[in-house]
């Protein structure tokens, strides 16, 4: 007798519905993705397998209160870059807290306050536009803008066409420069164009 192939869909539902098991099928299923992803994000193997059963985690949290619409590799996916991004900040912050004398950390030839904090904002604001995106959409501008994946690649990853891919990339991009048009460079109070 052959088993049935359930699709991401129908196991996220069943792991809704309390059946721990289908959210093990999903991670095995897509275990070399969900890992290559981590791997990219860590700076060796430990911080790695950090990233990702923080990241892992929380998808199933959401997953378990039914949250996941879409495509639950490009959830997952997604989850892990996040996640990996603050293990590597809180990382880092602990090795300049480590590595700068005190008397160095005083006369810093580094950014001043205020375009440290300036750079901090623009950073915020341009990571709340795409968290504002709607879910596929935004899920598409991350994968291939941030995370340099082909058309091919994000398609597979959002199980959907190329073609829907880019649709939702020049969507999702013509929506972000419309939020953060304040951020372009000016000359002379017009935008800096292409």
């Not at 911080?47 to 929380?58: N, R, Y």
């Not at 536009?129 to 879910?135: I, T």
């Not at 994968?143 to 969507?171: F, I, N, P, W």
Request: net charge positive; glycine share 8%; charged share 30%.
């Amino acid at each position: 007798m052959l088993a049935v192939l359930q699709t991401d869909t129908e196991l996220l539902k069943q792991f809704e519905l309390g059946d721990e098991l289908a959210f093990e099928k999903l991670y095995r299923r897509h275990k070399r993705r969900l890992w290559g992803m981590a791997r990219k994000m860590g700076y060796d193997i430990q911080q790695a397998e950090d990233i990702l059963v923080e990241a892992m985690s929380a998808v199933a949290l959401q997953a378990r209160k039914g949250r996941i619409h879409g495509s639950f590799i490009g959830y997952a996916l997604t989850a892990i870059h996040h996640r990996g991004l603050h293990v590597i900040e809180r990382s880092n912050e602990r090795k300049a807290r480590g590595a700068v004398p005190l008397t160095l950390a005083v006369v810093s030839t580094g950014l001043n306050p205020e375009e440290a904090a300036l750079r901090s904002t623009t950073r915020g604001e341009v990571a709340a536009a795409l968290d504002e995106l709607p879910g596929d959409m935004g899920t598409a501008v991350y994968l291939v803008d941030c995370q340099g994946l082909s058309y091919k690649e994000a398609a597979m990853a959002l199980s959907c066409s190329e073609t829907t891919v880019k649709r939702r990339l020049r969507e999702g991009r013509r929506t972000l420069a419309e939020k953060l048009k304040h951020l372009a460079p000016t000359r002379r109070g017009k935008p800096v164009t292409g």
